[in-house]
């Protein structure tokens, strides 16, 4: 089958979110990790494929050139129109990549206007007057302006964005998108004629992302986190009933947490309260040649087989700023990075079957380490929180890769104690 619609995503996290976006609006959904290449076989049967990248913290050369690969892959694989899934924070670097990378998106395709929109309702990520909100505070006031590679202290969409590009931004405002799907179309001509190439959607409902979507549907190139995605997705014609994969209901159950996040924090805490077994990583310690993954490893084989496990290196702000301060930001992120491959790796070996990952970084680090190139996408535990299906080297594996922010926060015990 030919693919309906392709999409990018800048980390791991945001690929399986917006890949539960596009199944919840009935397309048969393949995930992909990493830059594919003419040896990557999609599943049969694929309205849209997502190819998940790690390029939101990468510098703009690389991003760009990672994700003009992903874009001729999709494109050779039929799909007519690319989605730039990004994070609904609207986060990258200072200076990008959001802008360079829709640019070079839209080169590639010949388009000449393009929609963006981060909203994402369910998930209190808001757009109005073209400022993004947090639930009710603006994102410059939100605890999201403590990310630790890119921190947010503002909330002005076009002005961040008109400092990634040199072409025009405009904002698409609530009353146009509120008169419907024309409106919207003429809206976006009009600024087209205009030669504003980036368009910024107002969205506080479902409901206006479905507008968004559906007057977006003839675009090459769209742009926005997974509720415009999800409103585009119900735009294509029904593709029938999306059918869920099966998951491993036997095996270990374990969660490998990096994210500093405070949703994430909070699932740390639920996890501990509920009294099950949890074990924080020294990252200061590995970092001066101490063995953790064994130690890790010694402390997993002493626990009781039938409980879920937690394994994380998040930390508080004043934790993190600590140890960011010894290391530096960067080497303090691969040294996470490195821990929970290597111990994602020796779990699976180890019989576990159900593995959550928290963190967009980690979660490529987890999924590299494994060698898992595509997933099925399933059922969501919560909101842009789907179980996904895979097989690695040592047996079938349910899989979910958790942004730090999403899910609620019992999801962790949830999650992995729940019939499955």
């Not at 980390?11 to 003419?38: C, I, K, N």
């Not at 395709?109 to 993004?132: D, F, M």
Request: negative net charge; hydrophobic residues 45%.
């Amino acid at each position: 089958m030919t693919l309906r619609i392709g999409c990018t995503a800048d980390d791991f996290t945001g690929g399986t979110d917006v890949a539960a976006a596009f199944r919840r609006a009935g397309l048969r959904t393949a995930l992909v990790f990493g830059t594919p290449d003419d040896t990557t076989m999609l599943p049969v049967d694929c309205d849209a494929a997502v190819v998940a990248l790690k390029s939101r913290s990468t510098p703009a050369k690389e991003a760009v050139a990672d994700t003009l690969a992903a874009q001729r892959w999709l494109r050779a694989n039929g799909a007519p129109q690319v989605y730039f899934k990004y994070c609904s924070t609207f986060d990258s670097t200072p200076h990008g990549n959001i802008g360079p990378v829709t640019d070079a998106l839209m080169d590639a395709a010949g388009a000449t206007v393009t929609l963006h929109c981060p909203a994402s309702p369910p998930n209190g990520r808001t757009v109005y007057q073209g400022h993004l909100f947090v639930h009710d505070q603006l994102l410059s006031d939100s605890p999201l302006r403590h990310h630790p590679l890119n921190p947010m202290t503002d909330s002005s969409l076009p002005r961040l964005l008109s400092a990634q590009t040199p072409h025009g931004v405009a904002v698409l405002d609530l009353p146009t998108v509120r008169r419907g799907v024309e409106a919207v179309r003429e809206a976006l001509l009009t600024h087209e004629r205009a030669a504003v190439r980036h368009v910024i959607a107002d969205a506080l409902t479902d409901d206006d992302l479905a507008v968004l979507g559906a007057a977006a549907l003839e675009l090459p190139v769209v742009a926005g986190a997974a509720g415009l995605a999800e409103g585009l997705g119900h735009a294509y014609p029904a593709a029938g009933p999306a059918t869920a994969e099966p998951r491993p209901d036997q095996g270990r159950a374990a969660v490998l947490a990096g994210s500093c996040s405070a949703r994430t924090l909070e699932q740390i805490a639920q996890f501990y309260a509920a009294g099950l077994p949890s074990l924080h990583l020294d990252v200061l310690a590995a970092a001066t040649g101490r063995d953790i993954t064994a130690e890790a490893l010694a402390w997993y084989d002493e626990q009781d087989p039938t409980r879920p496990v937690l394994i994380y290196a998040s930390a508080s702000p004043e934790e993190l700023a600590a140890v960011q301060g010894q290391l530096g930001v960067a080497e303090a992120a691969a040294q996470v990075e490195e821990l929970l491959g290597a111990l994602a790796s020796h779990l699976v070996e180890r019989g576990v079957r159900r593995l959550l990952v928290a963190g967009g970084e980690t979660s490529g680090a987890v999924t590299t380490a494994l060698g898992v190139r595509a997933v099925l996408v399933g059922e969501e535990a919560d909101p842009g929180v789907p179980w996904t299906y895979a097989s690695t080297k040592s047996g079938d594996l349910a899989l979910m890769l958790k942004s730090g922010n999403f899910g609620a926060p019992d999801l962790f015990t949830r999650a992995l104690t729940e019939t499955m």
